[in-house]
């Protein structure tokens, strides 16, 4: 457009009237039409920025909601022993998130193990390692090939698989682990890509593998009744919740930014729960096994952290060994 206004202001040869007045209109137009390209470019820059102000907004709220920090943001402005105690918890809270995000991973162990402690409500989270036993899984080839899901009702538990689900009279598991495929021992191994269950005498251990690939619990505040699933639809659908119901709208509200908020936490300091309403709650469960208790409560397994390299060769040589038996695991 600008060669297009010099060549009328300044024509290679002589001016025909007519010409630069066509010409000059074309200009006109063209920087018109410029004019209400770029309005709408910012009007659209408007939208964008109103709509991540709402999300920050939302992310915030999340945030305080699930962390509590609301409750020590605004101390008293005269300085007494309830001011004293909520800024030494301050303080307390300060040093243990240093030491969460510390390079050295002893710091980062005693923070992890003590946030996972005040989650759990209960000094010693490790479970001990009781024995194998059988359980009635069913294989449903209608639902999606690799998701499942176990419900609880009246205290029996029953399971239901798609038909790619790998599935033993003990349990089943949906993905590879970096160990002995036969032995079908996943909850052993020190990385699984998957999850699944096993089924214990003290009831069924569900399994977890990374912060990427949650599992998601509804729990009937009640009764107890539970679903755990791979899918949050699975899980909503199977617990009688449905797209059009008020309580599919009050558990799903802003499900997506509460979940980035668990995730930006942390594994060890986000709380379990997701959503909830009047009769029911929705947990979100990453890292680590755990088991629902006969109260409904969601009952983590304690994983010490390991820092298994120190150089780029230890880093490569873990990947390659690692995912080697995974390789491995997943061709027999």
């Not at 010409?23 to 820059?45: F, K, N, P, S, W």
């Not at 069913?138 to 205290?155: F, M, Q, V």
């Not at 309580?247 to 986000?270: H, K, N, P, Q, Y």
């Not at 060769?313 to 873990?318: A, V």
Request: aromatic residues 10%.
């Amino acid at each position: 457009m600008y060669q297009r206004f010099r060549d009328v202001v300044h024509p290679p040869g002589v001016v025909v009237p007519v010409e630069s007045v066509v010409a000059t209109t074309d200009v006109l137009a063209d920087a018109e039409r410029v004019e209400e390209g770029l309005h709408r470019d910012h009007a659209t820059l408007l939208d964008a920025r109103n709509y991540f102000e709402q999300q920050a907004t939302n992310w915030e709220a999340n945030y305080r909601e699930l962390t509590g920090a609301a409750a020590v943001d605004s101390p008293q402005p005269h300085g007494n022993g309830r001011d004293r105690a909520a800024s030494n918890g301050s303080r307390l809270a300060s040093l243990a998130l240093r030491m969460y995000n510390s390079d050295s991973l002893l710091l980062h162990t005693a923070a992890a193990y003590g946030c996972f402690v005040k989650k759990e409500r209960r000094l010693s989270p490790r479970w001990r390692r009781a024995g194998m036993t059988t359980v009635p899984i069913r294989i449903n080839t209608s639902i999606p090939r690799l998701s499942w899901a176990a419900r609880r009702r009246s205290g029996t538990w029953d399971f239901t698989v798609g038909a790619a689900v790998e599935s033993r009279a003990h349990g089943f598991f949906e993905g590879v682990w970096d160990a002995d495929f036969d032995a079908f021992r996943p909850d052993l191994a020190a990385h699984r890509f998957g999850s699944g269950m096993v089924m214990t005498e003290d009831g069924p251990t569900f399994l977890c593998a990374f912060a990427g690939e949650p599992l998601y619990a509804v729990v009937q505040e009640a009764t107890g009744d539970v679903i755990v699933s791979n899918s949050p639809i699975f899980a909503l659908t199977a617990s009688g919740i449905l797209p059009g119901d008020p309580a599919f709208d009050s558990l799903t509200e802003d499900i997506r930014d509460r979940a980035m908020v668990l995730c930006d936490l942390g594994v060890e300091r986000a709380p379990t729960l997701l959503s909830e309403d009047r009769t029911r709650a929705m947990h979100l469960i990453s890292y680590f096994n755990f088991r629902v208790t006969d109260t409904g409560r969601v009952s983590r397994e304690w994983i010490v952290p390991r820092r298994e390299f120190r150089t780029f060769e230890q880093y490569r040589s873990l990947l390659s060994d690692t995912l080697g038996r995974a390789v491995r695991n997943g061709e027999s």
